[in-house]
């Protein structure tokens, strides 16, 4: 892919249930290195299951679906994929209870080659980006549903991937905190020059990105 895209999808169809619920139905989506997209759509358009796809954790029935070079469709490691190159915000941020903050955004630092201390330095770091530094040792049933967040911000960042996925990041938050988690990612595409691929079901989220995809019955909307 050389002509800056680092998402190129093509009549990309998944179905559930031996295929009775059609939920992607033929997406065709480029996305350029760098670019801020959303993705809106109603409650069972399919954006999450495209997310997924994105970010290997779930493998298409029919098409095709280029990430960073990579065919998806014909790999066979997709964990180191995942772990390299794809920062997954879930709107239920699913950190561990009974670990600290740090431990939790150390997690997906296992196993590529560091130290505890270079593991420790590196998740520190990133818990002061979010302005977390201070509750690095609490656990996260101790923090606000925004911090709980951001917590899931710094440890989608770990692994320096080149691409964010965000599944409503924001959903659960209210507007102030929100708000943080919002300027936090957009700042980091800002500055890292990081793709960033967020739904939303708010048009005024939507609206912070450079583009909008409109998600319908498994299709983009034109
Ligand atoms: N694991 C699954 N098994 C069966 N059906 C599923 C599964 N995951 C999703 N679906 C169905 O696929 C369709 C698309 O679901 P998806 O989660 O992608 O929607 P969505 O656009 O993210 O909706 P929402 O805005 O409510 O999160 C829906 O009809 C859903 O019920
Ligand atoms: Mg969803």
Redesign the pocket.
Known sequence: MNNGNIMEIKELKKG??NGR?K?LNGINLEIKKGEFVSII??????????LNMMGALDSADEGSILVAGKDLTHTKDLSEFRSKEIGFIFQLHNLIPNLSVLENVTIPMYGNGYNSKQMDVRAMNLLKYVNLQDKASRKPTELSGGERQRVAIARALVNKPSIILAD?PTGSLDSKNGHMVLENLKELHEKENVTLIM?T?DMNVAAMAERTIN?LD?KVQN
């Open positions: 559930f249930d619920i939920a759509g109603p409650s069972g358009s399919g954006k999450s299951t495209l409503e739904v079901h998600v498994g």
